[in-house]
């Protein structure tokens, strides 16, 4: 474990980095002691010093949902980050790119919760009772560190998030069956990618839960009003300044954002 004080000065270079638009050396080889845990402290100090500054916490996002990913990454489960009010878009925005470093963008599903969750013990199940609607979202990634990363590069960089686009129609959970939620991802008019949802985890419940009970492990757990990412089922498309997206989930709706 690495000292408070090394915590401090990684959540800095990730604020500065973040503020500058300019990303920082891999955290990894600045401290190259880091575990898993240190990564998610580095992730709770640069949280704290963004409330500080007048942001709020609305939820949560997982990532690294997909077998392949974390093969990559060298773990074998998935890792959470959270999502922060200003980074929040709805369905038609007009998005600056100058907002994030070197972005993409992945398909997801939103779950909004009708109820606290908490571990230990959570099933997916638990998670499709205490849902109150699933929305159809995408989450723009975006990494405040150079490359190549290590996983506890990523956890410190706040999972790599960017920003969330909520749009298309509200669904309760049991309206549909949730793991054959289908999408295509169109990029200035071309199709580049598709998938279907059972691909995050083989329920894209399956995370959320998964999240609920590593919560439980430091203190903590969902809210009622929280939303959470799922996790992506496509794979990462690179977004640039000129850029028109739109995601069709089919009877589910669609997303369009651009980016200025």
């Known amino acids: 474990m690495l000292s408070e004080d090394d915590h401090r ?11 500058e638009r300019v990303p920082c050396v891999q955290l990894s080889k600045t401290f190259p002691g880091m575990e898993l845990a240190d990564a998610y402290r580095v992730q709770d100090l640069w949280a704290e010093a963004r409330i500080a500054n007048g942001a709020r916490v609305v939820g949560h996002k997982i990532g690294l949902t997909s077998r392949a990913m974390q093969m990559a ?3 074998s489960e998935p890792d959470y980050g959270r999502i922060l009010d200003d980074a929040l878009y709805n369905d038609g925005a007009q998005i600056k790119a100058e907002t994030f ?6 398909v997801e599903l939103a779950f909004i919760m009708g109820e606290d969750l908490a571990g230990p013990g959570c099933r997916v199940h ?7 609607f699933v929305v159809p979202a995408l989450e723009i990634i975006d990494y405040r560190t150079e490359v190549p990363r290590a996983i506890v590069d990523t956890i410190a960089d706040n999972a790599a998030f960017g920003a969330i686009v909520l749009g298309g129609r509200t669904i309760r959970p049991f309206d549909v069956d949730v793991r054959w939620i289908g999408a295509t991802l169109s990029q ?13 985890m ?3 419940a399956a995370g959320i839960a998964w999240l609920v009970n590593k919560l439980h492990a430091v203190g903590a757990g ?3 009003g929280q939303i959470v990412l799922g996790g ?29």
Do not use: C, Q, W
């Open 188 to 200: 200035n008019g071309i199709i580049e990618e598709s998938g279907v949802s059972a691909a995050i």
């Open 73 to 75: 990454s060298k773990i």
């Open 222 to 224: 969902l809210k009622k």
């Open 202 to 204: 083989g329920h894209p």
């Open 101 to 106: 470093i070197k972005p993409r963008l992945e």
């Open 232 to 260: 992506s089922f496509t794979r990462p498309v690179d977004i640039r300044k000129g850029d028109v997206i739109h995601a069709d989930y089919g009877p589910l709706g669609a997303i369009g954002v651009s980016f200025i």
């Open 126 to 132: 638990d998670v499709m009772r205490a849902t109150e």
């Open 9 to 19: 000065k990684a959540a800095e270079a990730i604020l500065k980095a973040e503020r």
